[in-house]
């Protein structure tokens, strides 16, 4: 080779923690949608049911929802049928939780094949976030099967007019997740009791995220010191939004929109910054 003759490629150690070579992911486009199709062929693969858990899992979890806390703990939605609110919430808030917990085992369950060839660390948890989105769509048609079903039996349904903003929530939750989905992953090298707190952590998140209620709600009953809990938490503004949006219950909470995009702009650059540090040295410490 003439030695004035460029490389093509150019592998060299990150000498920024934030630096994130976009032109190096482009490159390597096609390895993401490989990764991405192997996300969706295997999840399921050699199961009875196969893609249909990705319709029964939201059915099955709104429908508990809807007998625990509609029809026992009596929890109003207003005008809105229940079982049709607490979809609502599910399928935006599953798509979170399945990038959050496949992510932050980003390195522990493939220190394989990082430790042999080497690509962009961070295609692997983007390749995540994509194949959810499938998922996601999944589920996005079952719900607007049932909206159209409560519609003819005579509910007064309607978007509200900030319907083009949903595909931008589902963004900011895919980057939540994506962002702490890294940071977990991170610690997860050294500390790997996190592996086993994640699982815990996310069903006690689901709770302080107004999934299964209105966020309203959490603001009359409980007192100031407890509520922020909710009221803060970007994932809770996110569903309400959401919610807010396709069923229009309540008036758009702009306030909202920018605390909790704001926050996920923070926790997606503090998750790069510990998972380029972090890949640097992680085969040493898994």
Same mark, same amino acid.
């Given at each position: ?111 394989? $094949?990082?430790? #042999? ?5 961070? =295609?692997?948890?983007?390749? /995540? %976030?994509?194949?959810? !989105? +499938?998922? @996601? ?114 008036? $758009?909470?702009? #306030? ?5 995009? =704001?926050?996920?702009?923070? /926790? %997606?650059?503090?998750? !790069? +910054?510990? @998972? ?11």
């Amino acid at each position: 080779m003439n030695k004035d003759q460029d490389w093509l490629f150019e592998i060299k150690p990150k000498s920024n923690l934030f630096m994130l070579n976009f032109k190096e992911i482009w490159q390597y486009r096609d390895l993401l949608m490989l990764f991405v199709k192997r996300d969706v062929v295997t999840l399921y693969k050699q199961t009875i049911l196969g893609p249909l858990w990705y319709i029964i899992q939201p059915l099955l979890t709104s429908l508990i929802f809807t007998l625990i806390f509609n029809n026992i703990a009596n929890i109003s939605t207003g005008s809105v049928p229940p079982f049709l609110f607490n979809l609502t919430g599910v399928i935006i808030w599953t798509y979170f939780k399945e990038c959050f917990v496949s992510t932050s085992d980003t390195f522990k369950k493939n220190e394989a $094949i990082f430790g #042999k060839v080497y690509f962009p660390r961070v =295609i692997m948890p983007l390749s /995540i %976030v994509v194949s959810n !989105l +499938l998922k @996601f769509f999944i589920q996005l048609i079952i719900f607007i099967g049932f909206y159209v079903y409560f519609i003819f039996k005579g509910h007064d349904l309607s978007p509200n007019k900030f319907i083009f903003l949903y595909p931008f929530l589902v963004f900011l939750m895919g980057l939540l997740g994506l962002g702490l989905g890294m940071i977990i992953s991170s610690l997860v090298t050294k500390y790997r009791d996190l592996t086993f707190l994640v699982n815990f952590g996310v069903q006690l998140l689901m709770y302080l995220s107004a999934v299964m209620y209105p966020l309203t709600l959490i603001q009359d009953k409980l007192p100031q010191k407890f509520s922020w809990l909710v009221t803060y938490n970007p994932l809770a503004q996110i569903i309400e939004l959401s919610r807010n949006i396709l069923i229009n219950t309540v008036q $758009i909470n702009f #306030k909202g929109l920018g605390y909790s995009s =704001i926050i996920t702009v923070i /926790i %997606v650059l503090f998750g !790069l +910054l510990i @998972f380029n540090k972090t890949e640097k040295s992680f085969i040493d410490t898994i």
